[in-house]
Each structure stands twice: as structure tokens, then as C-alpha cells.
């Protein structure tokens, strides 16, 4: 019975981890570009979020400001923005369910739903349902390689005016990239890939598959 008690106290630790992983998540930046300015030694850190972006300036390290604009207002991001939306969603329906695991095991462990027979498959379920949202939006913001492309190919904005160049095509299509290798610009050395918000995003998923490998492992979940 012991055993059985702190297998399920596992269990809600790595799902309670999970949880609080993906509140950093759907209220943190997504993605980032970076531009290092050789000769000024200046940089100017872009991050993304499905609601905004902010702009941060940079002098030999020293942070000098930041500006943030509403991603509404950056019409030439649309398809970024599409994917910023589609894993937030994916995001919110993960900690949901997780919010119900929750329930369900706190419930289970204290003994309350000992008559309930289906007890026990019924919270591997909705573990499993948590993985698979988490997962999800992890794997869907991959495509935001392809997102920056298609807006890139849509605006008449300069700085994507090369957009189609295949060097600025190698720099588009790939989800993280470091362009040191490449110096599109002789002065500027440029990089973009996954901010917190979507390591956070792995990690949560992480926790998940392993509360779920243990929950069908382990003589957990079904107290006697």
C-alpha cells in the first residue's frame, strides 16, 4: 500500500511539473532573431509571442532599452502568427487536461474515488490526452521555418527583400539557424531559434511521457 501511495505521489510531482511548466509557456516568448552588429559591437534581440513582439537594444552587453509592438499590428507576420496561435491553443488544451489530472489524482490518492471503477484507466487517458497537446504544439511550432518564409514572400518590406536569394532562403527555412558560417551582411552576423517558451514546452511534454510510462509501469494510480 505504501508503495503503491508514494508511486502515485510521483506521478502528481511530475505532473504538477508539467502544469506549472506550461503556465511559463503560453505567457512567455516563443521565438527569437538575433542581430550582433560587429563593428558597433551592438545587438538587437527580437522575441515573438502570439500577442506581441519585443525589441531589445544592446550596447557591449549592456541592455539599453526595449520596445514592444503588438502582433496584431505586424501585418507581414501572419503566417508566423497563425503558428504562434495554433500551439497556444494546443498549449491552454494540455494544461487543462493536466488541470483535470490533477483533480483526478489528488482524488485517487486520498481514496475518494475507491468505488469508482474506471478510476484509474480514466486518469491514464487524460494523462495521455495532456502528452498529446503538449506534444503537439512543440512539433507545430517547428513550422514556423516555413511560416517566416511565407511572410517573407508575402511583404514588400526591405528587410525581407531577399527573401527569395538563396541565401536568405537558407536562413528562412531552417528552424534554428546560426548564419556565422554565412555573413549574409559583412557587419552582421544573424541567428534565430526557439525561445523559453518552447523549451518549457519540451519539458512539460518530458515530465509527461515519463508520469505516463510510470502510471501503466508501476503498480501506481489503483489503490486497493
Not at 508566423?80 to 487543462?96: F, H, K, T
Not at 534554428?176 to 523559453?196: C, I, K, L, S, W
Request: aromatic residues 16%; contains cysteine.
Amino acid at each position: 500500500m505504501d508503495d503503491i501511495i508514494n508511486n502515485n505521489f510521483v506521478i502528481f510531482f511530475l505532473i504538477l511539473s508539467s502544469w506549472a511548466l506550461l503556465i511559463v509557456s503560453f505567457s512567455s516568448y516563443w521565438y527569437k532573431e538575433e542581430s550582433h552588429f560587429l563593428t558597433s559591437n551592438s545587438q538587437v534581440i527580437k522575441y515573438y509571442r502570439f500577442d506581441q513582439m519585443r525589441t531589445e537594444y544592446w550596447n557591449y552587453s549592456v541592455f539599453e532599452s526595449a520596445v514592444i509592438i503588438p502582433m496584431r499590428d505586424i501585418l507581414s507576420y501572419g503566417s508566423q502568427l497563425s503558428i504562434y496561435r495554433a500551439s497556444l491553443s494546443l498549449v491552454i488544451l494540455g494544461w487543462i487536461a493536466l488541470t483535470a489530472t490533477l483533480v483526478l489524482l489528488f482524488l485517487n490518492i486520498f481514496e475518494y474515488m475507491s468505488d469508482f471503477r474506471f478510476a484509474v484507466p480514466l486518469i491514464r487517458t487524460v494523462i495521455l490526452l495532456a502528452l498529446g497537446f503538449s506534444s503537439a504544439s512543440c512539433l507545430t511550432f517547428i513550422g514556423i521555418g516555413s511560416a517566416l518564409e511565407e511572410d517573407c514572400q508575402a511583404t514588400n518590406n526591405l528587410e525581407y527583400a531577399r527573401c527569395s536569394h538563396d541565401d536568405r532562403g537558407v536562413f528562412l527555412q531552417h528552424y534554428v539557424f546560426d548564419d556565422t558560417r554565412y555573413h549574409f551582411e559583412e557587419d552582421v552576423e544573424r541567428a534565430h531559434g526557439p525561445a523559453y517558451a518552447w523549451y518549457t514546452a519540451v519539458a512539460s511534454s518530458s515530465c509527461l511521457l515519463v508520469a505516463s510510462i510510470l502510471s501503466f509501469a508501476l503498480p501506481a494510480l489503483a489503490i486497493e
